[in-house]
């Protein structure tokens, strides 16, 4: 599964990615428990915000945009509630806060997308379980993936 996130740009040029934007304020905390059962899931955060930097781009998109396991993610305040991760180009730095700010150590490169997407489903129970978690969100980006999911228990 990847969950897309649009950037916001601050005027001293930091990024910001708005989480946790649904009715119940928990999709982070989903997207966690389908990684834990198995899955590979990514956030997709693009490193670019005007439709200017996104037609230049084209053609390298996935290489202007950083990946990020929900694993890493771990705000204070914990997985359910308005949540924003941040990242400074001019220092390198990426955190997460909702009231108090949480360091990220471990952001990925566009390698991990394809890692994480050629793991097959290694466990019938796991995806069962994250089909129930899909559903039940009534998310409708978590919904979207339900097919593929569908596709992937009918493989084994």
Request: net charge positive.
């Amino acid at each position: 599964f990847i969950q897309y996130k649009r950037a916001y740009s601050s005027a001293s040029g930091v990024l910001t990615w708005k989480l946790n934007r649904t009715k119940n304020k928990d999709q982070l905390e989903k997207l966690q428990a389908l990684e834990a059962a198995g899955f590979a899931v990514l956030f997709a955060l693009p490193r670019f915000t005007t439709p200017g930097a996104l037609q230049l781009g084209r053609r390298r998109l996935l290489l202007a945009t950083s990946w990020i396991t929900p694993r890493v993610i771990n705000p204070k305040e914990g997985p359910i509630g308005h949540h924003e991760i941040h990242y400074d180009p001019a220092k390198g730095a990426w955190w997460v806060c909702s009231e108090e700010q949480t360091p990220i150590e471990d952001v990925n490169d566009h390698n991990i997308l394809r890692q994480r997407m050629d793991k097959p489903f290694e466990d019938k129970r796991a995806a069962a379980e994250a089909l129930a978690i899909i559903t039940a969100s009534r998310d409708a980006s978590l919904l979207k993936g339900a097919s593929v999911l569908l596709r992937g228990i009918r493989k084994f």
